[in-house]
């Protein structure tokens, strides 16, 4: 057997798609969509991600605004551009591109936009909503996964779902979201013992630890539907990600690669949550006093 390739690249050209759509209804209210990017730093992988998204939202029509900070910039001073974002009305997301540096709370930041313009799904108030089954945001690589596997007719409720890794950006909300999907869910972590022995159970894999062929083939359930989150860059400059690819499209039953699978997903879930926030923006305006 060899797994079906789940195309994330193919997938997000389709949402990018739906969301040029959604975005021209607003611009014929006269409204346009902004997100604003704040880069603090000169991290070169960030500086990629920030670039990226600035282009897809530029081509789905949104406005976007990219802040470049210095890497000596202060926690009082990013803290102020964050407010002036929050009460600026032509910004309808904000996104602080981690990781910042090392003099800044990180938590703090976050915690300072607006959660209705909390594009990331990262504010506490966004994943207190999320714990409830009730998201204002989805964060948006979880909601990109959660979109493949729909894309897939993967069957989610009643099934076992594992997800590796427990981070608050991808492996705590992707639990949660598999969860109120009607999955089964195993939550796995570094303490994990026997790793192998819990993901030999799941009808659908989620990896997402940054550690290059870290689940091989035979931890892997025969029909199972893997998605390989991580994306690392080898000495000899290959991107792999945290599931070794070969090896495992030999026992899956679908599978993503890396680059190509939830890397591009990624980005077009950023897009659909601006565009909601700037549709429920809009809503509010349309209220009566």
Known sequence: MTARIIDGKALSDTV??????????????????????????EDPASQVYVRNKAAACEKAGLHSRVIRMGQDSTEAELLDVVQQLNEDPSIH????????PGHMNAAKVIEAISAEKDVDGFHISNAGLLMTGKPLF?????????????????PIRGAEAVVVGASNIVGKPMAMLLLAAGATVTLCNSKTRDLGAQTRRADILVVATGKPGMITADMIKPGAVVIDVGINRLEDGRLVGDVDFEGAREVAGAITPVPGGVGPMTIAMLLVNTVEAAERSAARQQQPL
């Open 16 to 41: 990018r798609a739906e969301v040029a759509e959604r975005v021209k209804a607003l611009r014929a209210q006269n409204i346009h969509p902004g997100l604003a990017v704040v880069l603090v730093g």
């Open 93 to 100: 997301g904000i996104l602080v591109q981690l990781p910042l």
């Open 138 to 154: 989805r964060p948006c690589t979880p909601y990109g996964v959660m979109r493949m596997l729909e894309s897939e007719n993967v």
